[in-house]
């Protein structure tokens, strides 16, 4: 694990002065950290039931993607507004910079469904 850790790249003030950006483009570049990561996170999953798998834009969709392979689950996609083609949801949020706005279809996730949400950045918890 610390070796995962160990791959991703800090970058100091971005996007703004005082945050220091955990940037996971130097692990998702490597073959067998990606690989690793991807076992591991899915491992955790395994045997749980999720149906969907939830990929918050962008990176998410990367992750996301590869997690629902894995466990044999569907791929749901969580865009910034209007990118989605269909009737959404919308949620505004706060960040440490500001806010922002996600959607999602109305219809992707059915009552019921297990959903295990796939993103690469948690600082304030609002998305």
Partial sequence: MQELKDIIRDVNDFPKKGIVFKDITTLLGDAKSY?????????????????????????????????????????????????????????????????????????AIKPGENVLIAYDVLATGGT
């Fill in 35 to 107: 690989q690793q990561m991807i076992d591991l996170l899915s491992h955790r999953y395994i045997g749980k039931k999720i149906d969907k798998v939830v990929g918050v834009e962008a990176r998410g969709f990367i992750i996301g993607a590869a997690l629902a392979y894995k466990l044999g689950a569907g791929v749901v996609l969580v865009r910034k507004p209007g990118k989605l083609p269909y009737d959404t949801f919308k949620k505004t949020y706060d960040l440490e910079y500001g806010t922002d706005t996600l959607e999602i279809h109305t219809d």
